[in-house]
């Protein structure tokens, strides 16, 4: 198991930019893919983007490309949400969640999560 722990969520106004930080708690950190998700109310939990561990290959949900950066400092242990041309649509509980193996875009694939960042974007 992996412990979790995201920062960096906030209120933004559209157009704005955030970085959402995705803190592991395993030294093999490497070994795992690392992906976000985010879950707005009343709404299915929805990927927004994944990394692989094994050669850092991206997968994004078509609404975030272009928009959003995912990225992973192994040194650090900690993974990156980079988030520029927010939309009101974008606001949601964003999650970090961890897995052995290549990444996808399924969050049963995914046994570790954190607790979730709230990010609120205003129109």
């Known amino acids: 198991q992996v412990q979790l722990v995201e920062s960096g969520g906030g209120l933004v106004q559209a157009g704005g930019s955030l970085r959402l930080s995705c803190a592991a708690s395993?030294?093999?950190?490497?070994?795992?893919?690392m992906a976000w998700f985010r879950q707005a109310p009343g709404k299915e939990r929805e990927f927004v983007a994944a990394?692989?561990?094994?050669?850092?290959?991206?997968l994004y949900r078509d609404g975030v490309k272009g928009r959003f950066t995912i990225s992973r400092d192994n040194g650090e242990n900690t993974v990156y949400l980079q988030m520029n041309s927010l939309k009101p649509e974008d606001t949601a509980v964003y999650l970090c969640?961890?897995?052995?193996?290549?990444?996808?875009?399924?969050?049963?694939?995914?046994?570790?999560w954190g607790q979730g960042t709230q990010v609120t974007v205003s129109s």
């Open positions: 969640a961890a897995a052995i193996g290549r990444a996808t875009i399924f969050a049963m694939n995914y046994n570790n």
């Open positions: 990394i692989s561990g094994s050669d850092s290959s991206t």
């Open positions: 395993r030294r093999t950190f490497t070994f795992y893919s």
